[in-house]
Nanobody
Framework: EVQLVESGGGLVQAGGSLRLSCSAS????????IGWFRQAPGKGLEWVSN????????YYADSVKGRFTISRDNAKNTLYLQMNSLKPDDTAVYYC?????????????????WGQGTQVTVSS
């Protein structure tokens, strides 16, 4: 059974940092791209970032580029999202998700398994 379990969310002041983790099981982790999406209150799902299977190629939404860093430890089957210089607009539930291929895409349809999400709240 494929499982993705996020952790590391919480409440932080604007300008602060958080590190999200996603522990994966039930599939060969380094065969697939892994991504992060988020959903803010009253808004749709937004792609944030993804890492290709080897971890050597990463992509970011313009809204987080230069502030967020995605990384993966294939030996530990774990994905990370380091979030710096957080803004109130970053407030959302963040989801870790497994891609269908080695290369990730920006569309949610390119992902087939999702974690339960972790809440990130940034106060002004």
């Amino acid at each position: 059974e494929v499982q993705l379990v996020e952790s590391g969310g919480g409440l932080v002041q604007a300008g602060g940092s958080l590190r999200l983790s996603c522990s994966a099981s039930g599939f060969i982790f380094d065969d697939y791209a892994i991504g992060w999406f988020r959903q803010a209150p009253g808004k749709g799902l937004e792609w944030v970032s993804n890492s290709n299977s080897g971890g050597d190629t990463t992509y970011y939404a313009d809204s987080v580029k230069g502030r967020f860093t995605i990384s993966r430890d294939n030996a530990k089957n774990t994905l990370y999202l380091q979030m710096n210089s957080l803004k109130p607009d970053d407030t959302a539930v963040y989801y870790c998700t497994k891609a269908r291929e080695r290369v990730g895409v920006r569309a949610a349809g390119g992902y087939d398994y999702w974690g339960q999400g972790t809440q990130v709240t940034v106060s002004s």
